[in-house]
């Protein structure tokens, strides 16, 4: 080797070192964050959380670095929250403090920053949070309509599963196009036969999209979307179901603005083109057809899948569990009867049943890592400075099961809200849907499809599983952005 090459290469060293020293630099010089592990040049803590099991992970960091720290996904640094006193304050005792919505890459290209869910601006957020609470509550949801709407697609449902003639099938499919229904009757005033190819549409894609989201290749995506965009794998599907719920939203969009009568609106649609209208001379409102597509296909997307893995989720729980049930089917039959549909106001009457949904809810802990929000300005958190825009998790698994907060943190266990006369006992620390003022929207329409549906169920069928109930898996399949069963059976035997 001469004197030439051996300069060219101790130049290409000292470049590399250079280039190396100064994205650390650049990633450490958020020096007010509040510590987590050390991060990688471009790649983050992907080592420590990249191995697709991202929501134990950070749960098993949190033990090393307290209730408040930040991991890098990729070079973007996250400030995750865990227990209940830090996560109440980023939802309530601060909530208008963190009132905007964290990054979301594998949404961001289709989304495009519009709709209630995703957006991020949050001027677009309040307008269209406003304006989609008052519409849900004209449309019935919190009323005695909404309720009726519940017991008539429950009784279908109910007719769904007798036709199954007591053989093992998986319940969620059925069971996700009831929720669907509810909410197609709210956002376009009609619902579809189980059979209809729509519906199937509809339930497969949202299905299908959250699934990816939450699993490996989603998690993988969310830290490298620049990246991941080019590489193959499952990511890829994610735009095309999208494209493919959008495509429907849209045709249902053009049928309501066909058949529109401004003075009396039939539905969400209507009611947002309604408003459309009396805003156009406004350039700068929210009210356009972008921002109507987005939250429409939003709303269905939250409400539809979150709703229709709880209930599936449930009934596979109640199975592992022949006590619980039988105690729930004991108040069924004492309180409902067989003759008549459930009620709401059957649940005043019913706290063993009203705690084993809670339980149900606090267990199967839907979406472990809540929905990120981000700063909107800057912010003091136990002790550290953290900037404006910065994007935060509130890990609501770990208030879930914040043993400070609850007797069985882990186990299923309905005594974790009943008081020692076997009364039900509120628990603050309960928020599967987030609290404060960006609560989950269908807060009140969960809980009635929860409570109606259920009952409805239990009230007609006795559960079977197809192996012996020790060997039923209750874990989650998928762990990420969403927690979802492994794929089971159940035989519906009426009762
Ligand atoms: C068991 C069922 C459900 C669970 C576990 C759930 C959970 C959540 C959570 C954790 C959030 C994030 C709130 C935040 O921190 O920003 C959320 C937001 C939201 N949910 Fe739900 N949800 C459920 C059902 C529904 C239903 C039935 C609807 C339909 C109306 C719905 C509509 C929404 C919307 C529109 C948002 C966004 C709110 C906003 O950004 O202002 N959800 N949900």
Redesign the pocket.
């Known amino acids: 080797m001469d004197l030439t090459q051996d300069f060219t290469l101790l130049l290409t060293l000292s470049v590399s070192c250079l280039i190396f020293y100064l994205s650390l630099k650049k990633l450490w010089c958020h020096d007010n964050l509040p510590p987590g592990p050390t991060p990688l040049p471009l790649l983050g803590n992907v080592l420590k959380i990249g191995r697709g099991d991202i929501v134990n992970s950070l749960m098993k960091l949190s033990e090393k670095y307290g209730n408040v720290f930040t991991i890098y996904l990729g070079s973007r640094p996250v400030v995750v929250v865990t227990g209940y006193k830090y996560v109440k304050e980023i ?1 309530i005792d601060n909530g208008d403090d963190y009132l905007n ?1 964290g990054e979301m890459p594998a949404w961001k290209p289709f989304y495009k920053n519009y709709g ?3 957006t991020t601006n949050i001027e677009r ?1 309040k307008d ?2 406003r304006f ?1 609470v008052s519409c ?1 509550r004209d449309f019935g ?1 919190g009323k005695r309509s909404i309720e009726v709407r519940i017991q008539e697609e429950s009784c279908c449902l109910v007719e769904e599963l007798k036709k199954t003639q007591e053989s093992f099938i998986d319940p969620h499919q059925c069971i996700s196009r009831a ?1 669907c229904n509810i ?1 197609f009757s ?1 956002m376009f005033g009609t619902r579809h036969e189980y059979e209809d190819k729509d519906i199937d549409t509809v339930v497969s894609c949202i299905y299908d999209s959250f699934v990816i989201v939450s699993s490996a290749w989603g998690q993988v995506y969310e830290m490298f979307p620049g990246l991941m965009g080019f590489i193959p794998g499952r990511h890829q599907e994610i735009s095309h179901l999208l494209s493919k719920l959008n495509q429907y939203v849209d045709n249902r969009v053009q049928i309501n603005l066909k058949t529109l009568d401004p003075n009396n609106p039939r539905d969400y649609v209507d009611a947002f083109l309604i408003k459309m209208e009396k805003e156009k001379s406004n350039s700068q409102s929210e009210f356009n057809m972008k921002n109507l597509l987005a ?1 429409t296909l ?3 997307f ?3 899948e ?2 229709g ?2 209930l599936a989720y449930s009934l596979l729980i109640l199975l592992k569990y022949p006590d619980v049930i039988a105690k729930v089917y004991e108040e069924i039959d004492h309180v409902i009867g067989r003759n008549r549909s459930p009620t709401i106001q059957d649940k005043n009457y019913m706290p063993y049943t009203e705690a084993m949904i809670h339980e149900m ?1 606090r267990f199967t802990d ?2 472990p890592m ?2 990120p ?1 981000k700063t909107v300005k800057e912010v003091k958190l136990k002790g550290y400075t953290i900037p404006k825009d910065t994007t935060i998790f ?1 890990m ?1 698994t770990s208030v879930l099961k914040d043993p400070t907060c609850f007797k069985y943190p882990t186990e299923f266990n309905p005594e974790n809200f009943l008081n020692e006369k076997g009364e039900f006992q509120k628990n603050n620390a309960f928020m ?3 609290a ?1 003022k ?6 009140s ?2 809980r009635m ?2 409570f109606l549906i259920l009952t409805t169920i239990l009230q007609n069928f006795n559960l079977k599983s197809p192996v012996p109930v020790e060997e039923l898996d209750i874990t989650p399949n998928v762990s990420g952005l969403g927690n979802f069963p492994k794929p089971f059976k159940i035989a519906f035997i009426p009762r």
Do not use: D
């Open positions: 939802y919505r209630i869910v995703f957020w269209l949070r989609s849900l949801v929720v909410i709210i939250s939003q709303i269905f939250a409400g539809v979150t709703t893995t709880t809810q839907l979406l809540g929905v929000r509130p609501l599967p849907l987030a404060g960006r609560t989950c929207l269908g807060e329409l969960v499809e929860l």
